[in-house]
């Protein structure tokens, strides 16, 4: 497997922020180097193992969705070369294939969570009251049903290391505002529904994902951070699909069942990962991106 890249170190620009996965520089005033590193958080907590080519598959996933989404929502692409930002050979080489120049924006203080089938929290939330995030559904749902149509469900955005928290839609009308929280679920709804027909046709099911906007200095919803990735989404393989359990997937559900089985309490430290579970890890990352996208990473 190629090297990986635990956290990014550009010393000739000013460093903004490190989040879960992604490290974030100062290019001038207005806009941001975002650096995609093999980081991997599960259950909002980041672990200590990277995971190879992690970082490269998801700035791909992201960089193609962009591109092919564009009609529905703009990003925060600026389209300039990574490599021509930073200094020397080293900052050269951290950045390659993993990282893009981004336009600044102001960002939402909610993540827009999009639902096709009956999973994760979302399930456990209907077991306990045949609702999810106050959204009332039919009885006798399975694990893993498709919905009777797509749910928006969003979620508060929390500082690294804490939960986020599901909110209802009228908490987020609360707290942006009823027509831009419209805009918002009305351009996330389409935004998955596009994504997830595209995926289908090449035998994968998205579950569900999460979308990030933010607003332009002309206050235009503009679609930003990562966008249908296997972080930020559930890619399951179609033929293997069967409601009523939790199907495989493509994304770091594989870890977060591998931390299940152990005596943790889902808090810092997190366990380190064994070497097989690494590099399964990687090769479901490597997967998902051909099979999407019929292509294979660069050496």
Known sequence: MSSSLYQSSIRSLPLVS?????????????????????????????????????????????????????????????????????????????????????NKLKPLPVEAVVRGYLIGSGWKDYQASGAVCGIALPAGLRQADRLPEVIFTPATKAPVGEHDENISFREMCAAIGAELAGRVRETAVRLYTQASDYARGRGIIIADTKFEFGLDEGGRLVLMDEV??????????????????????????????????????????????PPEVIAKTSEKYREALERLFGTKLAA
């Open 18 to 102: 490190r989040g879960k996965v992604r490290d974030m520089y100062a290019v001038g005033e207005r806009h941001l180097l975002i650096v995609t590193t093999d980081r991997l958080s599960a259950f909002d907590v980041v672990l200590e193992d990277p995971i190879p080519d992690k970082g490269r598959v998801l700035n791909a996933m992201s960089n193609f969705w962009f591109a092919k989404l564009a009609h529905i929502a703009p990003n925060h692409l600026t389209g300039r070369e990574p490599q021509s930002v930073v200094s020397g050979a080293d900052e050269a080489a951290q950045v390659k294939d993993r990282s893009v120049v981004v």
């Open 228 to 273: 249908l990735t296997a972080d930020s989404s559930r890619f399951w393989p179609a033929d293997q699909y069967r409601p009523g359990t939790s199907p495989p997937s493509y994304d770091k559900q594989y870890v977060r069942d591998y931390l299940e089985t152990l005596d943790w309490d889902k808090k810092p430290p997190a366990p380190r990962l």
